[in-house]
C-alpha cells in the first residue's frame, strides 16, 4: 500500500491524490511552492497541481 500526496490545482481547487511514487515535481529546488510537472494535471479542469502534503495529514487549508 503506497502512501498518497495531497495536490491542490491552482486553477480551480480541488484537491487530487496521487501515490508518492508518481509524483514528479517540476522544479525540485523549488521549498516554497512544489508545483507537479505536467506528467499530472487536474481532471476537471486540466490546471496545473501544486503539491499540499500528505494525504491524510493536517492541511494548512481546508475545504469545505
Ligand atoms: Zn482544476
Redesign the pocket.
Known amino acids: 500500500m503506497s502512501e498518497e500526496m495531497e495536490c491542490m490545482?491552482?486553477?480551480?481547487?480541488?484537491s487530487i491524490y496521487i501515490p508518492t511514487d508518481l509524483i514528479s515535481l517540476e522544479d525540485p529546488a523549488n521549498t516554497e511552492v512544489k508545483m507537479l510537472s505536467s506528467l499530472h494535471?487536474?481532471?476537471?479542469?486540466?490546471?496545473q497541481?501544486a503539491l499540499v502534503g500528505k494525504a491524510g495529514g493536517e492541511p494548512y487549508y481546508r475545504l469545505e
Open positions: 490545482c491552482q486553477q480551480c481547487g480541488v494535471v487536474c481532471e476537471q479542469c486540466g490546471g497541481l
